[in-house]
């Protein structure tokens, strides 16, 4: 069984940033890959970013340019730098871990709004 735990959301105006942090824990296990989703309001839930066992990255369209993912594997914690941030982002951000299988964090909530 792994945890994860995310921290950082809040309300920001367009233009501002926010890190989100999210860390693994839980029986021994390994990670093929960690990464966000996001869900709005009357949206479909979408795929934001992810990081790799290997470091390789893949974000989507939309936030590309603007959105960094990293990862410190020694904690097994996933971070999502957002940069640039428009209303159109605001959502609940869940982080998630495939270790085989997929667990997921409880979400947090990102608001860009002036």
């Known amino acids: 069984q792994v945890q994860l735990v995310e921290s950082g959301g809040g309300l920001v105006q367009p233009g501002g940033s926010l890190r989100l942090s999210c860390a693994a824990s839980g029986s021994r296990f390994s990670t093929n890959y960690m990464g966000w989703y996001r869900q709005a309001p009357g949206k479909q839930r979408e795929s934001v970013a992810l990081?790799?066992?290997?470091?390789?990255?893949n974000y989507a369209d939309s936030v590309k340019g603007r959105f960094t993912i990293s990862r410190e594997s020694a904690n097994n914690t996933v971070y999502l730098q957002m940069n640039s941030l428009k209303p159109e982002d605001t959502a609940v951000y869940y982080c998630?871990?495939?270790?085989?299988?997929?667990?997921w964090g409880q979400g947090t909530q990102v608001t860009v709004s002036s």
């Open positions: 990081i790799t066992s290997g470091g390789s990255t």
């Open positions: 998630y871990i495939n270790t085989g299988l997929v667990y």
